[in-house]
């Protein structure tokens, strides 16, 4: 398979590192000292584009592969108030495409246990949840894209809450998500309800980059030959 990367910072070479292990080929790494070098002849040399740019240059980026007929991985965060439109671009063009908050296996088990715990904690009127991240202070976006996925799931199971916010909150009905900015931290997300009488926590702690890369390839992989809209879960069910 031949990919490009859009975004070739420590994620991208990380990316790079799984995709040659696995027998892959990298034909373009755009960062931002090349950025006239993502053009759509460059694009649709390859099988499959991995995008992990920033916020301001994904839904360009998105753009342009669409354009180029080439399936597209997205692990950028901070664009999904253009949801609705990215996923209006994916079926005019009838690209592919797959983005996810985050692509570690673990993290995707995570979110899984997440909503069974929320779905349990429904009904516990007594407990109050909170979600507290932890990212490098590279990380451009905060709250994290995957403490948002993890809100979410909160929210659908739980109907006392409405709304995450960014910070501490006296509002019931409003999730806290605690953002903290930390060199060299990979990402660690603890979901947390309290209540007078105990606590209860569930935790993932990243330790490297290597599970957010290799999901991104395994990502990858499985869009190569399809149309559509996609998700992590549709990867790890195959």
């Known amino acids: 398979m031949k990919i490009a990367l859009l975004g070739y910072g420590k994620m991208g070479k990380a990316i790079e590192s799984i ?68 996923y209006k671009q994916v079926k005019e063009f009838n690209g592919t495409f797959l983005a996810a908050s985050n692509f570690s296996v ?67 009905d409003v999730l806290e998500i605690i953002s903290h900015r930390e060199p060299n931290v990979p990402g660690t997300h603890e979901i947390t309800y309290d209540s007078d009488i105990d606590q209860i926590s569930i935790k993932h702690e990243a330790k490297n980059r290597k599970g957010f890369a290799l999901g991104a390839v395994l990502a990858a992989e499985f869009i190569q030959t399809k149309k559509g809209i996609f998700t992590m879960q549709d990867v790890l069910k195959n």
Do not use: C
């Open 19 to 86: 995709a040659v292990e696995r027998g892959h080929e990298v034909v373009l790494k755009i960062n931002a000292d090349n950025l006239e070098d993502l053009t759509q002849e460059n694009l649709s040399v390859a099988d499959v584009a991995i995008e992990f740019s920033t916020p301001e240059h994904v839904l360009s980026n998105i753009e342009r592969a669409l354009h180029a007929g080439t399936p597209i991985v997205v692990g950028t965060t901070g664009w999904y108030d253009q949801q609705e439109e990215v």
């Open 106 to 172: 673990g993290v995707n088990i995570f979110f899984e246990v997440n909503r069974r715990l929320a779905e349990l904690m429904a009904n516990q009127e007594s407990y109050t949840a909170t979600i507290e991240e932890i990212h490098h202070t590279e990380k451009l976006d905060s709250p994290s894209g995957t403490a948002i996925t993890l809100a979410d799931g909160i929210i659908e199971q739980i109907g006392t809450y409405y709304s995450w916010e960014n910070n501490s909150s006296d509002k019931n």
